[in-house]
């Protein structure tokens, strides 16, 4: 029976429900960490969490292995490891928890002696390419340095660069919409002058006498 303990969670650097300007928001203690403790969640947000399965010695030398590329393990690491997700939102618009059909199905104590948990046809259907790089890369640096005398060198893989550089862009272009917004406002409450209350003072107030 796969032991609950030994599951760990993954979640998204890129994902809205982190707020990056945070003051107490780490984002490079997080990359080396992968610690969701150095993220800051906004109010009222939850953040899409992987709950993931450690491999085991036989799935890295049966799957990963043989790849042929860091990508091809990245996926294979994905496709091993994801046993639910919470919070999500995916690909095909759907949102809430989610688990692939192959863990779901299966037994607790039959679930270690299932593989491939993914299926190619849900990967596809449910996830973009970043995110099955991102968790499959916090799951094969897992597998590969899973010892109390070292630390995991977690790294960002390409695509999750790319992801964090368009997030950060979209936050950016954001502000200015925002800041822009206010800037139109106030201009149009100057261009339609004081209003009648304004101009005229509010019923009932005091004026002084000359």
Not at 184 to 192: G, T, V
Request: with cysteine; proline share 8%.
């Amino acid at each position: 029976m796969l032991s609950s303990a030994k599951i760990f969670t993954v979640v998204l650097p890129w994902d809205p429900a982190f707020d990056p300007g945070h003051s107490g928001a780490d984002y490079e203690k997080f990359v080396a960490t992968r610690e969701e403790a150095h993220l800051k969640i906004r109010p009222g947000q939850q953040p899409m969490r992987f709950e993931c399965r450690p491999l085991t010695h036989a799935q890295v030398s049966r799957f990963l292995a043989p790849a042929k590329s860091e990508d091809e393990q990245r996926l294979l690491a994905f496709m091993l490891s994801v046993v639910r997700v919470r919070n999500g939102t995916f690909r095909d618009r759907t949102t809430g928890d989610w688990a692939p059909a192959r863990a779901a199905e299966a037994e607790p104590e039959s679930l270690r002696l299932v593989d491939v948990l993914l299926k190619p046809d849900e990967c596809d259907a449910k996830f973009d390419w970043a995110t099955i790089q991102e968790v499959g890369a916090v799951t094969l640096t897992r597998a590969f340095f899973d010892s109390p005398w070292t630390e995991p060198p977690y790294a960002l893989p390409p695509s999750s660069v790319a992801a964090l550089r368009m997030y950060r862009m979209r936050l950016v272009a954001e502000a200015k919409r925002s800041a822009q917004e206010e800037i139109n406002s106030h201009e149009a409450a100057q261009a339609r002058g004081p209003t009648s209350s304004e101009a005229h003072g509010a019923p009932g107030a005091v004026t002084a006498t000359d």
